[in-house]
């Protein structure tokens, strides 16, 4: 079974600037999320999908942060404009929810931004 | 007070040491979570439990639901169990709510 894609792997930016993030989900999953992670920190949900409706979006920095996942599949996370402390690992994950409430997550391998 | 508590932050071991490392939460949860990531920043899930133990190789986990407390155990620790172990609790929603994590060192 293929595992959450991300890409890219690595960005770096300059403050101001824009930058998208992807994420191609587990087959099937109908939950998808959205984390940031800073150095030294675990990682703070930022946006979760249930197919292509937003559930939680209570943290995501809606003045410069944005989230879609179209046709509930693939998803992307676009910063517009940058901060420096932005600068984090932005990790996807995804999960199948269905009747039974625990339900195990499968993470991507995370794309790390540094803002300069 | 953070939802969820990790101790130790930092642990360094010599190779073949039994490790433990704890958390704590304070809310309820439908089950918790035991994560490894390694330096390249991708998390792999170890364990998902809602009572009792599991063990899985080397790794054992347990839950005392009564206490909320949830220990992760390491025997015979070797150099590449060096990694960040992150404790994480699912709570409404399927949302979780990550712990620090818990900085795992083990040399040779």
């Known amino acids: 079974e293929a595992g959450v894609a991300q890409s890219p792997r690595y960005k770096i930016i300059e403050k101001r600037q824009s930058v998208a993030f992807w994420c191609n989900p587990i087959s099937g999953h109908a939950t998808l999320y959205w984390y940031q992670q800073i150095l030294g920190q675990g990682p703070k949900l930022l946006i979760q999908?249930?197919?292509?409706?937003?559930?939680?979006d209570s943290q995501l920095p809606k003045d410069r942060f944005s989230a879609e996942r179209l046709k509930g599949v693939d998803s992307t996370l676009k910063i517009q404009p940058a901060k420096l402390e932005d600068s984090a690992v932005y990790l996807c994950?995804?999960?199948?929810?269905?009747?039974?409430?625990?339900?195990?997550?499968?993470f991507g391998q995370g794309t790390r931004l540094t803002v300069v | 007070k953070n939802e969820v508590e990790q101790s130790p932050q930092n642990l360094t071991a010599q190779e073949g040491e039994f490790i433990t490392i704890n958390c704590s939460y304070s809310v309820g949860i439908s089950a918790l979570h035991w994560l490894q990531q390694h330096p390249g920043g991708g998390i792999v899930s170890l364990f998902m439990?809602?009572?009792g133990k599991k063990k899985h190789g080397r790794l054992i986990a347990t839950i005392n639901i009564q206490e909320k407390h949830s220990s992760l155990h390491i025997t015979a620790s070797h150099p590449r169990d060096s990694a960040v172990y992150i404790c994480a609790v699912g709570t409404s929603g399927s949302r979780l709510t990550f712990g620090e994590g818990t900085q795992l060192t083990v040399n040779p």
């Open positions: 999908f249930q197919n292509n409706g937003v559930v939680d």
């Open positions: 994950a995804s999960s199948s929810l269905g009747q039974a409430r625990n339900t195990e997550a499968f």
């Open positions: 439990l809602s009572s």
